[in-house]
T-cell receptor, first 112, second 118 residues
Framework: DAKTTQPNSMESNEEEPVHLPCNHS???????IHWYRQLPSQGPEYVIH???SNVNNRMASLAIAEDRKSSTLILHRATLRDAAVYYC?????????????FGKGTLLTVNP | GAVVSQHPSWVICKSGTSVKIECRSL??????MFWYRQFPKQSLMLMAT?????????EQGVEKDKFLINHASLTLSTLTVTSAHPEDSSFYIC??????????????FGDGTRLSIL
């Protein structure tokens, strides 16, 4: 599976925007960029995904670089409930059965 | 609301017993489900892919006789940890994807099962 690189941790203040980066220099043309997050003691939760164009949903925005070798998850106004580990995962035809391979992710701390 | 349900949420049992964990897709039929294990402060590690009506596919290093997977129906997969020992204590998580959807669709996760072996 193509690998992603994320910072181990980031810190933000409540109600401020948060930009979580992800590098994926070996991404293939058919790989989708998925983001999940995991709150303490819970299973992961889908956040957003995209292929080439920037994407917005009720939870976040995903900005994808033009060469697709990096992307940024944007939380427009962080809340305390956004404190979680955020995983950037590539998902595509390589491998089998749609399985997800989790890296270490970024631990986001939100300060009140 | 939740689309994948996992039961039980937590279980404590004595060493040597077997523990069954259930994973249900609530509003769709899942021909494929996945089982992950997560140790404290670590990421999720895929254990196996559960296939309805056929044998599960285990990741390298996962003992198939230790972790029995049964996917007898399109909405239920079970993971049985046989003769559990303290080193099997972990957070077990299942997931599923709606059928017929490709790599551009999300995977839905259960809330996990905290297993503690005394």
């Amino acid at each position: 599976d193509a690998k992603t690189t994320q910072p181990n941790s980031m810190e933000s203040n409540e109600e401020e925007p948060v930009h979580l980066p992800c590098n994926h220099s070996t991404i293939s043309g058919t790989d989708y960029i998925h983001w999940y997050r995991q709150l303490p003691s819970q299973g992961p939760e889908y956040v957003i995904h995209g292929l080439t164009s920037n994407v917005n949903n009720r939870m976040a925005s995903l900005a994808i670089a033009e060469d697709r070798k990096s992307s940024t998850l944007i939380l427009h106004r962080a809340t305390l409930r956004d404190a979680a580990v955020y995983y950037c995962i590539l998902r595509g035809p390589r491998g089998s059965n749609y399985k997800l391979t989790f890296g270490k992710g970024t631990l986001l701390t939100v300060n009140p | 609301g939740a689309v994948v349900s996992q039961h039980p949420s937590w279980v404590i049992c004595k060493s040597g017993t077997s523990v069954k964990i259930e994973c249900r897709s609530l509003d769709f039929q899942a021909t494929t489900m996945f089982w992950y294990r997560q140790f404290p402060k670590q990421s999720l590690m895929l254990m196996a892919t559960s296939n309805e009506g056929s044998k599960a596919t285990y990741e390298q290093g996962v003992e198939k006789d230790k972790f029995l997977i049964n996917h007898a129906s399109l909405t239920l997969s079970t993971l049985t940890v046989t003769s559990a020992h303290p080193e099997d204590s972990s957070f077990y998580i299942c997931s599923a994807t709606r059928p017929g959807q490709g790599f551009n669709q999300p995977q839905h996760f259960g809330d996990g099962t905290r297993l503690s072996i005394l």
